[in-house]
């Protein structure tokens, strides 16, 4: 029997009319002959308020009640869901994350999943042709019995994981949009939509903020060979397709320009220009785990001197100011300036590993429109640069029209 993992987002499950759409849709999925393993998301907005229910009681809470308390809405729409199938006379049962078990490691709030053990679902794939709807987002740690999450978005997670451990055909991936698109389409009016992206590009534009699927979902699927569409839930259309490179017939030069809000921009001013000042700086850092992203390093006014400016995501920006200033002695800046108010940009595209001038055109378009560049940083596949967050949506459309990715 074919095997497909079917994994229905926030917006997706938001009522129970919208649940009951879904079931339908997993029930002519599973007319059609194939087992099938739901997960689910919350329902829309259920999490931010979890959450937000957490920061109020304990900015710091013990992340382990975060946990507890963030995972509960994945258990009402699985549950929601087993009924509704069930209401269709689907054989259906509802699972979190322990029961499976889905074992995580012990980091709460991000953790990461080591292994699903899905004999008991195979079982009644087999048995009962009963379909399993596993509660998203969610896992077991072990060594203390413990729930954990797997970070915001952590449900396409869960899917591939699954699908990966069920060796299924396919992780279907419904949600509010059409299928993964040039740039985010709310943003960008013009965006198109892709019928195909290759892995390593669906994973830069997954770090740098697409954040239509979870970053670690496409580690996942790159690393196990799991092949990902990304679909609508209201419409019955083809979504995108995620494959390995050979499978594109026409390679564009750029396939996606991607924004990131999450950005906090430090500048240390007059820094001792010596061997060993980057050490001394982002030492102390890595060791709070705090994640530098960017880094460029001026010559400062004064003689001997540097300035340097790197950015940090924005939940760490008061950690990292922290840090810096309990080393003020030893790094001698004269002073620490923050900015959240900035933006990262990023074109991506397999493309440019054979053809040159693409950075140019970026930054050419940009200037067009007068947004100054603060910060550069590029890779193989991507070129990303800071701005001001005021120019996020105009340089985004900008850089869709320049690279020529504009719907007719
Ligand atoms: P779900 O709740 O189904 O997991 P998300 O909100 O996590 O959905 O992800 C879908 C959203 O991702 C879309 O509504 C869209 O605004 C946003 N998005 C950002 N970039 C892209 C992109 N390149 N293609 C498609 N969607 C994108
Ligand atoms: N409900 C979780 C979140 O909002 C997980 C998910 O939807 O993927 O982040
Ligand atoms: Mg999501």
Not at 160 to 175: F, G, H, K, P, Q
Not at 214 to 226: F, N
């Amino acid at each position: 029997m074919p095997c497909l993992v079917m994994k229905f987002g926030g917006t997706s499950v938001a009522d129970l009319a919208r649940i009951r759409n879904v079931a339908q849709t997993v029930k002519r999925a599973h007319d059609d002959g194939a087992d099938i393993a739901v997960i689910v998301s919350a329902m829309s907005g259920v999490t931010n308020q979890l959450i937000d229910y957490v920061s109020d009681i304990a900015p710091l809470a013990d992340l382990r009640e975060y946990d507890t308390i963030v995972s509960s809405g994945e258990q009402v729409t699985s549950g929601l869901l087993a009924i509704a199938l069930q209401n269709l006379g689907v054989p259906a049962r509802s699972w979190l994350g322990w029961q499976i078990p889905v074992v995580t490691d012990d980091a709460h709030g991000s953790a990461r999943i080591q292994r699903i053990d899905v004999d008991e679902i195979r079982r009644r794939f087999e048995e009962e042709r009963q379909v399993a709807v596993l509660a998203g987002f969610q896992g077991l740690e072990k060594g203390r019995q413990r729930i954990t999450t797997l970070g915001r978005g952590g449900s396409d997670t869960s899917a591939v994981a699954l699908a990966s451990a069920l060796e299924a055909e396919r992780c279907d991936i419904y949600t509010d949009v059409e299928g993964v698109y040039t740039s985010d389409p709310r943003i960008v009016p013009r965006a198109r939509k892709l019928d195909r992206i290759t892995y390593e590009e669906m994973l830069e534009m997954a770090s740098q903020g697409a954040k239509v699927l979870q970053t670690r979902s496409v580690e996942m699927a790159m690393k196990h060979r799991v092949r990902v569409q990304v679909l609508s839930s209201f419409e019955d259309k083809p979504g995108t397709l995620v494959v390995d490179e050979d499978e594109i017939v026409e390679q564009a030069l750029v396939s996606g320009v991607t924004y990131s809000r999450d950005e906090a921009k430090i500048t240390l001013q007059s820094v001792p220009d010596r061997p060993g000042v980057a050490a001394a700086i982002f030492g102390p850092l890595a060791d709070a785990a705090v994640n530098v992203d960017m880094i460029v390093q001026n010559i400062s006014a004064e003689n001997g001197h540097t300035d340097m400016t790197f950015t940090v995501g924005n939940a760490d920006l008061q950690r990292t100011i922290s840090v810096l200033e309990k080393n003020r002695e030893q790094l001698a800046y004269r002073e620490l300036k923050a900015d959240p108010n900035v933006v990262k940009v990023s074109v991506i595209g397999v493309g440019m590993r054979s053809h040159a001038g693409v950075a140019q055109r970026m930054f050419q378009a940009l200037a067009e429109k007068g947004i100054n560049i603060q910060v550069i940083s590029t890779s193989e596949i991507k070129v990303s640069v800071l701005i001001a967050a005021e120019y996020a949506e105009l340089a985004l459309r900008s850089l869709h029209t320049a690279y020529g990715l504009d719907s007719a």
